[in-house]
């Protein structure tokens, strides 16, 4: 029987659960469903009951359709790759040292990966855990600079990585939420790195690219520069920022004012019709607002500056403004008329919005999978799916 690949992505605005099936050539989708969160704030769980009935809910959901399937052999969910988030996942740098005792042998992917492993160990301030360790270079005895070094001869090894922590309290409520329904989590991984993974191409993970994910809470940002993460950040605004200006500034409910701005928001103030209005009805049909669309238009481009503003500043900070060439947008917010175009003049690079999607994910008739928010879900599963190919150990992500 083909191993199955379950991934929960605990949102600010929806839970998802995907379930994919292992095959020869990929991974095929077999369960989707979807919930309306609560309790979750800038990607952080803050109240364990209302993110737990989420979770349930969803994963009932999935359950009753993977074992409704033609062919399938009764299973449920039971273990998870879950995505963590947060604007205060930050990052450090180290460096690590290797005296090899034998320099005649070749470096093995066991010798590089206990490099790696050391550093989850690595002392951290308080209230903080070790998330992920990417490397960033190597120096092997007289050369400099090496990205792959298995294979290589020497007696010096050098490492350079990137540490990237989270609090411990968000990773113990997340995996208090999933321990509650009974799921094991399998391993937890930064939102922005699965997002990238079910985005981006390898040319553009070689050449240079910056990817933003435009949440509901937060927006995601993720460097790659010669196939390596360079930088990540975590934006404490998303889409729901977006949506709450929209409130305050045309004087209307939250909920019309997302309605607002999936139905008639743009980014461009300048294509905005002047002296048209956008009617808000009530439930009798009588009209109780009228909104000009020049309005709703300059409010919502007015936040998208400053969020791509805050992302060239973090390709700043990174040091990549000269190597970044492409800028890839993809989260919900995505979908905003002319966003694209904007982003394009702030910030001088190319741009392209990105759905989820990838060579190794099967035909499926679950299209919902499709959509740009659902990105982090789809990355955590292609990510579960090196892991099976890789015979991957998990971390362990309870707090002692």
């Keep these: 029987m083909n191993k199955i690949i379950a991934a929960i992505d ?33 990607g952080e ?11 349930n809910t969803t994963v009932e959901r999935v359950n009753e359709q993977i074992n409704t399937m033609p062919d399938y052999h009764p299973r449920q969910v039971s273990e998870v790759y879950v995505g963590i988030s947060g604007q205060s996942i930050r990052n450090i740098e180290d460096t690590l040292h290797r005296h090899r005792s034998n320099p005649n042998s070749l470096i093995t992917e066991e010798e590089e990966q206990q490099m790696i492993d050391d550093l989850y160990n690595t002392n951290t301030d308080k209230g903080e855990k070790v998330l992920h360790v ?46 509650r329904a009974n799921l094991k989590i399998k391993r937890m991984i930064l939102n922005p790195i699965a997002s990238a993974e079910a985005t981006l191409t390898d040319d553009e993970k070689e050449l240079g690219v910056v990817m933003v994910d435009i ?21 404490p605004f998303g889409g729901n920022v977006i949506t709450n200006d929209i409130r305050q500034t045309c004087g209307v409910s ?10 008639h928001g743009s980014c461009l103030s300048e294509l905005a019709q002047e002296n048209k209005y956008i009617a808000i009805k009530d ?39 000269d190597k970044v060439r492409t800028m890839v947008i993809t989260g919900g917010s995505s979908s905003l008329n002319h966003i694209q175009s904007l982003a394009k003049e702030l910030s001088g690079l190319k741009v392209r919005l990105a759905l989820p999607g ?4 099967q035909n499926t008739s679950i299209t919902e999978i499709y959509k740009p928010n659902k990105s982090t879900a789809v990355g955590l599963i292609l990510l579960g799916l090196n892991d099976i190919k890789d015979d991957y150990i998990e971390e362990d992500y309870t707090l002692n």
């Design 134 to 179: 990417i490397p960033q270079s190597y120096n092997v005895d007289e050369i400099i600079g090496c990205t792959e070094i298995v294979g290589m001869d020497g007696s010096e090894v050098d490492g350079k990585f990137k540490i990237y922590l989270g609090k411990e309290s968000s990773i113990a409520h997340t995996n208090s939420v999933l321990s």
């Design 254 to 263: 939250y909920k019309n004012a997302e309605l607002l701005k999936r139905q």
């Design 45 to 55: 769980v803050v109240n364990i009951k209302t993110v737990l009935n989420a979770v």
């Design 358 to 361: 990838n060579p190794k994910i």
């Design 10 to 42: 605990l949102g600010s605005e929806k839970t998802v659960c995907i379930v994919g099936e292992k095959t020869p050539v990929g991974v095929q989708i077999i369960g989707y469903s979807e919930t309306p969160s609560q309790g979750i704030l800038r």
């Design 283 to 321: 439930r009798n049909g009588n009209i109780e607002n009228e909104v000009p669309y020049r309005l709703l238009a300059s409010t919502i481009e007015a936040r998208v500056c400053e969020i791509i503003a805050s992302v060239m500043h973090q390709v700043e900070i990174a040091g990549y403004k």
């Design 215 to 235: 949440g509901c809470g937060t927006s995601d940002v993720l460097i790659y520069y010669e196939k390596i993460i360079r930088h990540i950040a975590i934006l």
